[in-house]
């Protein structure tokens, strides 16, 4: 007779702002989620790594950094959690977290959201999930372009370093400075002998 391997779970809680996590209920809440899931699926827990008082919108929290690490080591099976936004609200950061998961044979389970990326169902949401990132993504560049581009029309200066030939004035208008033909002088003379890029810049600046 064979016996059905425990699946090893790794629980992830976490809620945003101090008062929440000196309370206990917003975490304690999402724990027994988690803990109760593990016991009707008869998983085990390894363990239920919690951030408390820190936002979703950074990667950059020990608890999190620690369920990567744990997938990295091939020490859990799966990542539990009471709903995706406990992990990240970001988009862009949630198909990188699946992505790292998926690399290491780890699948990542929402209770509440009816998400498990080891079934087909799953990882049809996750890449959906990651065809509207990527979307956003080129609609926030396309939007940029479009804004930089209708700011260089109106003569408004796009960034901290004005273009050559020209200074940044009041209100970030573009001035026509008299030393930009100098400085395309000197720029193109140095690349036609061949000056490394150090060299230019010295003479620019010596200029």
Aim: hydrophobic letters at 45%; one cysteine or more.
């Amino acid at each position: 007779m064979t016996t059905t391997k425990q699946k090893r779970i790794a629980g992830y809680v976490r809620v945003s702002t101090a008062g929440q996590a000196d309370s206990g209920l917003g975490m304690d809440d999402q724990n027994e989620k988690i803990t109760g899931w593990c016991k009707l699926h008869d998983a085990q827990l390894v363990e239920c790594i919690e951030d408390a008082g820190m936002s979703a919108k950074s990667m950059d929290r020990p608890g999190l950094q620690r369920i990567i690490a744990l997938a990295k080591a091939k020490k859990i099976d799966a990542v539990l959690v009471k709903k995706l936004d406990r992990l990240t609200r970001r988009l862009s950061h949630m198909v990188y977290l699946v992505e790292v998961l998926t690399a290491n044979g780890v699948a990542l389970i929402s209770v509440m959201d009816g998400v498990d990326t080891s079934t087909g169902a799953g990882r049809l949401v996750i890449g959906m999930l990651g065809v509207v990132a990527q979307w956003e993504r080129e609609e926030i560049s396309e939007r940029t372009a479009d804004a930089s581009r209708q700011m260089m029309q109106r003569g408004t200066a796009v960034g901290s370093i004005a273009p050559v030939g020209f200074t940044i004035g009041k209100d970030r208008k573009l001035v026509k400075d008299h030393t930009g033909g100098l400085v395309m002088c000197i720029v193109t003379a140095g690349v036609e002998r061949g000056d490394t890029v150090a060299a230019i810049t010295g003479a620019v600046a010596a200029a």
